[in-house]
């Protein structure tokens, strides 16, 4: 929804007020992004990798820190996740695994964090 801004002028002068009215929002960008999360079985080979089934990204989260601002969002069971973060550079990383990396964000660009399960 969009302020609304009401002008008002006086008679007999040159007065302006403005009601109502704020700064524009900062603007938005969409970040997707996938979690790779593995390995899933011991002795996982790279050519057979084990099936990660929805229920590992059962309450993962994906997060977005920029400065003291931090931004959250659900894992979906497939590994997706979407973020509207503000314009700016972040660091996105997930809550996955015993490590994620952490991936630079400037842009909207899709990334993809990947996370060790620690599993060997």
Do not use: K
């Not at 079985?41 to 989260?61: K, Q, T």
């Not at 997930?94 to 994620?100: H, I, K, L, N, V």
Request: glycine share 10%; proline share 8%.
């Amino acid at each position: 929804m969009r302020p609304i801004c009401l002008l008002a002028c006086g008679v007999g002068s040159a007065a302006l007020l403005l009601v109502g009215c704020s700064a524009a929002s900062p603007a938005a960008m969409v970040v997707t992004g996938r979690i790779d999360l593995g390995p899933l079985c011991p002795v996982e080979r790279v050519d057979s990798p084990c099936p990660v089934p929805p229920e590992a990204f059962a309450g993962v989260e994906a997060v977005a820190t920029s400065g003291e601002a931090q931004v959250r969002a659900p894992v979906a069971g497939d590994g997706t996740f979407t973020l509207t973060l503000t314009d700016g550079s972040w660091e996105v990383t997930a809550t996955a695994g015993m490590s994620c990396a952490t991936v630079q964000v400037t842009t909207a660009a899709p990334i993809v964090i990947a996370c060790d399960t620690g599993i060997r």
